[in-house]
């Protein structure tokens, strides 16, 4: 686990844009898994910006998101798919056929995660996964408890992310209850994972995530047995973790042919 601290937002989205475009420079046909809400925007805006400079072509690239709340259609303003169009897919040269959502209206939502799972083993997993982190630890829609060898599946949200997210809503009423998500264990099998926190709310699940026990009741936590993660903070949400210096130490005095792997 590498843990790289930036002053702000803006500077470390652009650096792990760097990171990003050294894998798919790598591998054209580089398979993404891909998360949405706030904390991977920035990141997003960045490989908007490395795709029209043509820095980074995504002609040939397969993304699959993380998530997608059940009950709501793919063209639903607070739907998941309708946030990636917004905030990436519609300003980037993806092939719609290489972008793939959980249907959260499908008929058989367990057959629904199976196929989802299946596909993506089919595409030879995932090279590169893109994570937030919830202030109680969630990765994914995978809330505390969660199993952490779990596969794609249906979830039931807590109060507490339901809160979260009630914001993008009009009231928490409209707020689904279930969702489909990657599990951790699907998340585990990437072969590298970046995973973005930002922010003083951040503090405390970030150095439970880096520095606490490795527990179910935080599933963040199981990214330490990780060998290819990264960790993108802002000094905010660094504020909390113990070894601070250390990390900081670290990067910065990294063999210079390691500097974006």
């Not at 398979?31 to 980074?56: C, D, H, M, T």
């Not at 959980?102 to 989802?116: F, K, L, M, Q």
């Not at 699940?205 to 490795?214: L, M, Q, R």
Request: aromatic letters at 10%; glycine letters at 6%; proline letters at 5%.
């Amino acid at each position: 686990m590498e843990v790289i601290i930036q002053p702000d937002i803006t500077s470390a989205s652009r650096l792990a844009a760097k990171f990003a475009l050294n894998v798919l420079n790598k591998k054209k046909d580089a398979v993404l898994g891909l998360a949405s809400g706030q904390s991977p925007l920035f990141f997003y805006k960045e490989l908007i910006r490395l795709n029209k400079e043509n820095k980074i072509d995504f002609s040939h690239v397969i993304t699959f998101n993380l998530d997608e709340y059940v009950g709501l259609p793919g063209d639903h303003p607070c739907s998941y798919r309708y946030s990636m169009q917004e905030n990436l897919f519609n300003h980037i040269n993806i092939k719609p056929e290489n972008i793939h959502i959980p249907n959260g209206t499908a008929e058989d939502i367990p057959a629904e995660c199976r196929s989802y799972e299946q596909a993506i083993e089919k595409k030879g997993g995932i090279d590169l996964q893109i994570l937030g982190v919830g202030v109680d630890g969630h990765i994914g829609f995978n809330e505390p408890s969660s199993s952490l060898g779990s596969p794609t599946r249906i979830k039931t949200l807590t109060d507490q992310t339901r809160w979260d997210n009630a914001r993008f809503f009009d009231n928490l009423d409209e707020v689904p209850r279930h969702c489909i998500t990657m599990g951790v264990g699907t998340i585990m099998k990437s072969r590298k994972v970046f995973l973005f926190a930002f922010g003083a709310n951040k503090a405390d699940v970030i150095a439970k995530t880096i520095e606490g026990p490795i527990t179910a009741m935080v599933p963040a936590t199981i990214l330490q047995t990780h060998p290819k993660v990264k960790i993108f903070i802002d000094e905010a949400a660094a504020e909390k973790l113990k070894r601070k210096n250390y990390y900081e130490w670290v990067f910065n005095n990294k063999p210079s042919w390691q500097k974006y792997d």
